[in-house]
């Protein structure tokens, strides 16, 4: 069985500044991780995933996670953050490349400062 | 490319009241799912389908109702809508594919339903 945590339901920061949201996961077999977004009123778009290529993972928009499994963590970080990028953010964990379904974390909602 | 797409966008019901989500997906995906998204607890896994014809319970699966009769749609089917199931409701598909670097969900825009 697989899970993941969120660290933090809300997540606020200055535009320009570092974007850190945390993803902690638990899982039996070798996971593979998603990030995803969603914009207000608007479906879930997949930012980046992990499938065992490489430990740090480059998505759109400038995000991207390590994959650290001695921590059990995927977190997602963006140097620095823009307006258009506040969203709800969700990880989420996969326990194999067939697996039918994804195990999402409870999210994130980051909101940029001006 | 239509993607996903869900109909209607919002809907309002009576308790008890019936009523159908449309799901259709024009990418020839085999899996498709739906999923709840309520305040604080993330998606959950409502029912699955992993091929026309096929179709499996997720976590939340009591009140609900699937079927599979094409590739492209899965209609999700509230039979006596209480106010629990007030929520957005998300419906995804994917490749049917054991490749990870294409086990990629896409999901519609979601559809808005409350039961009063």
């Known amino acids: 069985a697989q899970s993941v945590t969120q660290l933090g339901s809300h997540v606020s920061v200055s535009e320009g500044a570092l974007v850190l949201l945390r993803c902690n996961y638990s899982s039996s077999v070798p996971p593979y991780l998603f990030w995803y977004v969603q914009y207000p009123n608007q479906g879930l778009q997949l930012l980046l995933k992990?499938?065992?290529?490489?430990?740090l993972v480059k998505g759109i928009n400038g995000f991207e996670a390590e994959f650290k499994k001695s921590e059990t963590s995927f977190h997602l970080t963006k140097p620095s953050a823009h307006m258009s990028d506040a969203a709800e953010y969700f990880c989420a964990v996969s326990g194999s490349a067939s697996a039918r379904q994804l195990t999402f974390g409870s999210g994130t909602q980051l909101t940029v400062l001006p | 490319n239509a993607g996903v797409t869900q109909t209607p966008k919002f809907q309002v019901l009576k308790t008890g009241q019936s009523m159908t989500l449309q799901c259709a997906q024009d990418m020839n995906h085999e899996y498709m799912s739906w999923y709840r998204q309520d305040p604080g607890m993330g998606l959950r896994l409502i029912h699955y389908?992993?091929?026309?014809?096929?179709?499996d319970q997720g976590e939340v699966p009591n009140g609900y109702n699937v079927s599979r009769s094409t590739t492209e749609d899965f209609p999700l089917r509230l039979l006596s809508a209480a106010p629990s199931q007030t929520s957005v409701y998300f419906c995804?598909?994917?490749?049917?594919?054991?490749?990870?670097?294409?086990?990629?969900?896409?999901f519609g825009a979601g559809t808005r339903l409350s039961v009063l």
């Open positions: 995804a598909s994917r490749a049917g594919t054991g490749d990870a670097a294409k086990n990629i969900q896409y």
């Open positions: 389908s992993v091929g026309a014809g096929i179709t």
């Open positions: 992990y499938t065992s290529a490489a430990t």
